[in-house]
């Protein structure tokens, strides 16, 4: 039997695997990462979108 998880943990889970697949992979994009991420942990687009404003660097540029 199939264990559902709440949809935050499948967002902290796919954080973490984001932050350690960027650093193990500095040469993939962002998008790609996102896409892989969603597909992973059956992310909903805006939980996508969310995580994609937390990694992009131009978004916390804006923000210091």
Sequence with gaps: MATIMP??????RAAAWLAEQRALYPEKS???LL???GMR???NPL????LGRLFDPATQEKND
């Design 7 to 12: 949809a935050s943990e499948l967002v902290r």
């Design 30 to 32: 962002l998008a790609a």
């Design 35 to 37: 896409d892989e991420a």
């Design 41 to 43: 942990f059956n992310l």
């Design 47 to 50: 939980d996508a979108a969310a």
